[in-house]
């Protein structure tokens, strides 16, 4: 690796790295897993840098890498928690009483579907327009309108009181 | 952003905050990006082999199972589905004898005879939504910058590509030899909609509350430009989508803010394309967010209450509701039926026109919540369904 090349991903490092760290962490909830997805999601496009079609773009592939990453992460959880039995899973009652309102917040969040959990990470937090949105996550604007509003709905039902 | 959307926001950034970069880490990336590169450079072969096998996957996943049960398959003629190669579509618009397609930065044009790519205008990097129609193709979304040494900040715009001029070239050809940008957002943001019809193209603009109306006088500006009228209308309430036909410019409103939901600003409203006025709005659900004609009606799909309701174009009354079993995120109407489209299932539904049931196997396409279908539009005498890859529907 050419050293000017090396001194322009170690800028993109410093500049983005942070960023897709939270990033990554909101979409799993795990500090190790989201380091381990930006450490994968930099490595693949470092070494695709050349081919990408508009390298001054790269936070944008950057985004949608660490999305991509955290969904394949989120699918093999999911295996491997239908493993688990409904017995082992607390019951929202159960939950409301042990947990702070902000804790119970928190665990909605993370039961959201991968997809929708993205959109309102991308929406709410990155602060995406409903666009770009839909660039990063590779679909249609109505799509994110729609895992918006799903995601919404579903976090206002789980924590009826909390929401108005 | 409404109360709900500010507390979610601030609890992201909380959480967001208890993430760092650790030491080490850099230096980590950087020898396994060495280490993969040199990998990949004496892997390309494999790679493309790789590729094929997963044209292959992708093609087999088109009847994969999903949660939405067959309705009466017996009562419907079936569905001839055809992929169409070598083409990422996000959105499609399609004329009697042109198939207009954006996607991965670049619009290209399928001969709908032969299923083949004519061209791609190179360079066209616009999210947003297609029409096609008088004289010419018009894009209305995102727009990044135009040519060499690309991606600069993204700013809403609407594209105007003249067909004529394009009839002129064979294959590939630069967007500035055959288009030009007509309009730009003052607030940078991206139009909603765009639709073509009584000698106009017609754009909605959510944060000014208005529709755009280009209309073409046919003089020629310069080769690849004519003289083009903007008339702006205001119509309120966030219109976010178009659709023009019996009779009139149809509009849709809906809110973002849920908290408005059932306020009776969720609505349909008809411009009368003669004088350009708007009418009174009806409402329309909860969450009106694409509307199409056809079959001498007005259809209105709605997600939040998962239905489409049928309108009177004369009349604005609604003349019956076609439940659907999840929500969908586009319609169209041609071939005989109504056609939704439903992302996360991986499915399209027919429905009929007068019994509002659905008919026919729903038709599957693989990749359901992550990769679905999510646009579609009648026109050539099909269906277009985009959104992963382009795929066409005729009814047998």
Known sequence: MAKRSEHRLSDLYWRHAGDAVRLAFLLTGDHHAAEDIVQDAFVRLFSRFQELRSPDAF????????VNLSRDRFR????????????????????????EDRELIRHALRSLPHRQRAALVLR?????????TAEVLQCSVAAVKSLVSRATASLRERMRGEFP | MSDVEQKIAALLHEEADKAALTAGMYQRVLRRAKIRRALTATAAGLAVIAIGISGV???????????????????????????????FAEQVAASDNSVWISGADQLYVLDPDSNEVEGVVLEVPVWGRIAVGEGAVWLAGWQGDIGPGGGTPPSGKVLRLDLEERGRHQGDVAFEEVGEVIWRSAQNEAPEAVVTGFGSAWVAEKLGDRILRFSPDGAAVTHRRVRTSLTEISVGNTPVD??????GIWVV???????????GDASLLKIDPATGAPSKPVPAGTCPHSVTTGAAAVWVLDFCDEVVRKFDPETMQRLGVADLPSAATDLAVGDGYLWTVH??????LRTDLESLDQIGDPIRFGGGRDYGPSAITYGAGSIWVSGDGLFRLDVR
Request: hydrophobic fraction near 30%; charged fraction near 30%; charge should be negative.
């Open chain 1, 76 to 99: 093999r959880l999911k295996l491997e928690r239908d493993q688990v039995t409904k017995a082992n899973t607390p019951r929202q009652a159960e939950v409301t009483s042990r947990l």
């Open chain 2, 242 to 247: 178009l659709a023009a036909g019996e009779g």
């Open chain 2, 343 to 348: 992302p996360e299932d991986g499915v399209i």
């Open chain 1, 124 to 132: 709410f937090y990155a602060d995406l327009s409903e666009q770009q």
């Open chain 2, 253 to 263: 409103h809906t809110r973002s803010d849920p908290k408005h939901h059932g306020r």
């Open chain 1, 59 to 66: 936070e944008i592939y950057l985004r949608r890498t660490v």
């Open chain 2, 57 to 87: 996957v992708m093609a087999t996943a088109i009847r994969s199972p999903s949660s939405i049960e067959p309705a009466d398959p017996e009562e419907a003629p079936p569905v001839e589905v055809t992929p169409i190669r070598d083409v």
